[in-house]
């Protein structure tokens, strides 16, 4: 959601394999693989700073360690952009809630939250908090 909202610059640095410092062990490692760098996102998961949420933690950490091309796909902005389709044109998921695909809807209130607080950031990145 962070990398959707803010779009970051896209880099070609950090193109595997290479090494690269862990921002969790603060020791260099070799990312050989897309596993390596999903590996270090499970720890990054493991030991999330509560003060941020777990897509701020990963929009600021990711970048320092690995290239974020190589872990966000189509299928994420998609997801995005379906839950803006539903929520502003009040299109239903399912039937029923019984009937509603519930990853989707785990899916869709992370997008929520994430949206809420990378507005609530960058509002109060720019000087503009609202109270």
Known sequence: MWYWFLQPDAHDQ?????RNLCPISN???DFNTIDDIWKTVGKIVENHDPK????QELYYLISLFANPK???NEHHFSLINEYHYVKDYNI???KSLNETNAIKLDYFTIIKNELAS??????EKNGR???
């Open 27 to 29: 020791k260099q490692r």
């Open 14 to 18: 950090l193109i595997l394999p290479y």
């Open 92 to 94: 239903p998921l399912g």
């Open 118 to 123: 990378v507005i609530k950031h960058k509002q």
């Open 70 to 72: 190589y872990i966000l």
């Open 129 to 131: 908090a609202k109270s």
């Open 52 to 55: 941020r949420t777990l897509g």
